[in-house]
């Protein structure tokens, strides 16, 4: 795997003039033609990146559905997450590359900044790239304005520059979180169907005993049976539930647990144990937490 450890050398490795700040850059990506290079196909990066790509002539489909907002489309990938190119992708580049901007800013760029802190809340930098933003032409406008102010502000540094570009990259970040909620409301029907599955995966996990042989299900596990990513489908349900895919799967692991300590007679460790479980100490803490009752008060309390 092919590591890129600053935006000098991303620069260079997409034929591109040398950036005119090293921590931060924005790249018009009209003027990206790659060489078909193997680096490509496996590789990772050391900084943030945020790319808006307009224009595009097809639709965007996810699974079997098409969707509105497909004039805008932003991704945005944190350090170290890997990524990878085709060659075929790369040809169709060079025929045609499109419309958007990429910008990139290192975790350095951020220090003694909130942004340095704050930006580990934004759950989006950790989608997959089918779980991109779709915008607007409104807002596609508001985000591409950024963009060309971040562009602009660097073009002659100062003892300025830098808080000047944390602001815009700020209210970017800021806007970026508002139009993903937008889209989670928009997606209402499409995400309620997702939501459905997931009990369904939930309910049969637990009825087929598979905590006997895998443990406790995981948002990991939930996730890559509904393909999306852990992050994407905690924020999905927050939005429509408030809870996460962590307490979603508390909720339903109680429900079993009341099940079990009203309708049989094993004792709080074979059930803790069937829940998957390892130490029946922790089913116990986590049930209190939850019902403010232990499993033997809750039992007793149908007797």
């Known amino acids: 795997m092919h590591i890129v450890n600053s935006i000098s050398e991303f620069h260079q490795q997409l034929l591109l003039p040398e ?31 945020v790319s808006l790509k307009k224009d595009v002539t097809a639709k965007v489909k996810y699974g079997q559905q098409y969707y509105d907002f497909n004039k805008g489309t932003m991704n945005f990938i944190a350090p170290k997450q890997v990524q990878s190119l085709s060659i075929s992708e790369i040809r169709k580049i060079r025929k045609e590359c499109g419309q958007g901007y990429m910008l990139m800013f290192h975790p350095d760029f951020l220090l003694k900044h909130s942004l340095a802190t704050n930006i580990k809340n934004y759950g989006f930098f950790s989608y997959a790239v089918n779980e991109a933003l779709h915008l607007s032409e409104r807002e596609e406008k508001n985000v591409i304005e950024i963009f060309q102010k971040i562009d602009r502000e660097y073009q002659h540094i100062d003892r300025h520059t830098q808080d000047i570009i944390l602001s815009q990259i700020d209210l970017l970040l800021n806007y970026s979180n508002r139009f993903y909620e937008r889209q989670f409301i928009t997606r209402k029907a499409i995400n309620h169907d997702l939501l459905c599955k997931m009990e369904h995966l939930l309910n049969t996990y637990f009825e087929k005993e598979q905590t006997l042989d895998k443990g406790l299900p995981t948002v990991g596990y ?13 924020d999905m349900l927050r939005s429509l539930t408030g809870q996460s895919t962590q307490q979603h799967i508390h909720e ?9 300590l009203s309708t049989t007679n094993l004792s709080v460790s074979e059930i803790a144990f069937q829940l998957g479980f390892e130490h029946s100490q922790s089913f116990s803490k986590l049930f209190k937490a939850k019902t403010n009752l232990s499993p033997l008060e809750f039992r007793q309390s149908f007797n």
Not at 252 to 260: D, P, R, S, T
Request: glycine residues 2%; proline residues 8%.
């Open 19 to 49: 950036p005119l700040h090293p921590l931060v850059s924005v790249i018009d990506v009209s003027g990206v033609k790659p060489d078909e290079n193997k680096i490509w196909e496996h590789f990772f990066v050391n900084f943030y990146c």
């Open 252 to 260: 339903k692991l109680i429900e079993k647990a009341k099940e079990k």
């Open 222 to 234: 939930l996730a890559e049976q509904l393909n999306v990513s852990p992050r994407y489908l905690s």
